[in-house]
């Protein structure tokens, strides 16, 4: 799909191709969306974007577009994914600045699904968690309550109930209807037991053709896990009525990518450009059996425009090749967030918590955001409290230069 720098290729229905300048595009969506909800549901028939596809999330009745909606750098942004057709929306009631949460009071509360995210196991500090974004939203019920990586080990998803409490006595009360789950680190356990305990209705996960290839393989730990069987369980969960949704597709972006000197020239064969590579990916996660949608932050309104293309496309074999390459080429600097250098250095620094902050900060430009997350650590769980970053260099069953690259973070974060 290739597109100028000013105009915008997309298939009609007919399936003749209609260019449309981004001027139209965002002109035709603000006044779409300004004309409320019912301007936003007829967006799509004015011929100027695609419909999104959407999915029900499996025992859910909530019927999603495959884009969910998180985070975005401007108000324009926000209404133009809504004229769009995204009806998905993750951490509402934790945006940073702009956060147009009374745009979104303003609509149809039926036409739109949210979840937020809750940072912590203790039920006390899991209801005060969820009850400050209702307050902030201004919402009177929160679709999802979302358990945001907050388990460390399968034992945990066994023993810490705390924030399982939270979410049933939210429920009793209307506030909130799904139980929810999103895991980032130790991931291949978690998610295993997460899908096992059939507690949660909606899990989100990495996903991307880098995770969590030779999981564990070079660890103690007794569990081994290869892609294809985190694939598996991906599966698994769909079996079981679990809905499953993707994060961390893109690996932090184009500006990340740009940190592998010679990515690029390694993928260009297949993958030329930027935005065929976040084609790819896209078309790689949503082809995984049993991932039924994935969200992003977004900065920009190309970024808008090709998630929204992107979504519904099938993967093509030089998609495939080149994501191969990509792979490759990412494998010394992409962070798997297995865990297994943290398990080797008990109480030692955070360290996939700190290389995701430095993700934020070079991929997505977050660097006031990053900052704030890494001084919240505990001084114990930064780099600087570590006399020798050896141990967990060592310890990386994928081989990252963790010595120079938590350096550089701390550098970067401080
Ligand atoms: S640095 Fe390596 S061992 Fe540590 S969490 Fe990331 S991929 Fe796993």
Known sequence: MKKSANKVENNNSSGSKDSISRRHFIKNASATAAAGTAGLAGFGSMGCQKK??????????????????DRMADRKLYELALASGVNYWHKFGHWADPAPYDRFRKLDR????????????????AIEIFERALEKTGFKMIDGFKIHSQYKSAEDIKTKMGAIQAFEQLKK???TRYLMMSQHVNTTEVFEAAIESEMFDVIQIPVNPTVPKDYFTKDKFPRKATQDEYLGLIKKASDKGIGITAMKVFLYGAKNWAEVPDLKERVSK??????????????????????????????TFDELIENLEAVGGELTDDEDR????????????????????ERANPGGVAVSDILRFSGYYTGFGESETAKAFYAELPKSKRVDAAKDLGHYEKACP?????????????IQLT
């Not at 999915?55 to 495959?66: A, G």
């Open 52 to 69: 999104l596809k959407t999915v029900k999330l499996r025992r859910t009745d909530m019927k999603v577009s495959k884009f969910l909606g």
């Open 270 to 299: 297949y993958l030329p450009d930027n935005q065929s590579i976040a084609t790819a990916l896209i078309h790689w996660a949503l082809n995984v059996p049993g991932v039924q949608a994935y969200g992003s932050m977004l900065y």
């Open 173 to 175: 009360q209307g506030k």
């Open 110 to 125: 039926d036409s739109i699904f949210v979840d937020t995210t809750v940072g912590s196991l203790e039920k006390d500090k």
């Open 398 to 410: 994928y081989g990252l230069p963790l010595t120079k690259m938590l350096r550089k973070a701390h």
């Open 322 to 341: 080149g994501l191969k390459k990509f792979s490759e080429a990412m494998n010394d600097h992409y962070c798997r967030m297995c865990g297994a250098c």
